[in-house]
């Protein structure tokens, strides 16, 4: 059972637009979350989170999005550039157990220059 | 700082045999955890570490093994590795207070 889902295995978006991946999650009990970027041949990266107390956190192009209601949480990247391409994955968690991460399984993003 | 290190960057075996992944950090982490990530199925916990001496089970732990001696290094032992563990392993570690990963490399294991 995937408490944490990305339905998406792909997105192409053209250089300059607007990137949305989104990820769905089960367990409410989540109250952490975030989101990492993976290149080819190197490790995931940080790229945000965002706590269950906010619903939106923003870094330069980088906005997250979180609707506890429906258990949904979204990335907007606004300018798309195409040193974004790259698998983006969300996690989820409960705040102060960093050891128990949950993923998803990663959105390709490719941005078309 | 090196970060996350891990070795070795790709490694074949048969099956039956056994090997460590070798994991450190120099950052002085607190928490440290172990993946692996296999096609459509994105990152899965094998086991973790809050400090040096505590280890405890992830997701899927079966046919692994580790310890922590020290704060720096996390190491991850298969005892008989089997097809099934051919993945892509990433080791993370995490700085007390906070609930940010940083990952290494990874290793790329083949289990023929």
């Known amino acids: 059972d995937q408490q944490v889902k990305q339905n998406s295995p792909s997105l192409s978006v053209q250089e300059g637009r607007i990137s949305i991946l989104n990820c769905d999650y089960t367990?409410?009990?989540?109250?952490?979350f975030l989101w990492y970027k993976k290149y080819p041949a190197e490790g995931p990266t940080f790229l945000i989170s965002?706590?269950?107390?906010?619903d939106k956190n923003e870094d330069g192009r980088f906005t997250v999005f979180l609707n506890k209601s429906a258990k949904h949480l979204s990335l907007h990247i606004v300018p798309s550039q195409p040193g974004d391409s790259a698998v983006y994955f969300c996690a989820a968690g409960f705040s102060g157990s960093a050891r128990q991460l949950t993923f998803g399984s990663g959105t390709q993003l490719t941005v078309l220059p | 700082n090196a970060g996350v290190t891990q070795t070795p960057k790709f490694q074949v075996l048969k099956t039956g045999q056994s090997m460590t992944l070798q994991c450190a950090q120099d950052?002085?982490?607190?928490?440290m955890s172990w993946y692996r990530q296999d096609p459509g199925m994105g990152l899965r916990l094998i086991h973790y570490?809050?400090?040096?001496?505590?280890?405890d089970q992830g997701e899927v732990p079966n046919g692994y093994n580790v310890s922590r001696s020290t704060t720096e290094d996390f190491p991850l032992r298969l005892l008989s590795a089997a097809p099934s563990q051919t993945s892509v392993y990433f080791c993370?570690?995490?700085?007390?207070?906070?609930?940010?990963?940083?990952f290494g490399p990874g290793t790329r294991l083949t289990v023929l």
């Open positions: 993370a570690s995490t700085p007390s207070g906070t609930d940010t990963q940083y």
């Open positions: 570490s809050v400090g040096a001496g505590i280890t």
């Open positions: 965002i706590s269950s107390i906010k």
């Open positions: 950052m002085n982490h607190e928490y």
């Open positions: 367990n409410s009990m989540f109250d952490y």
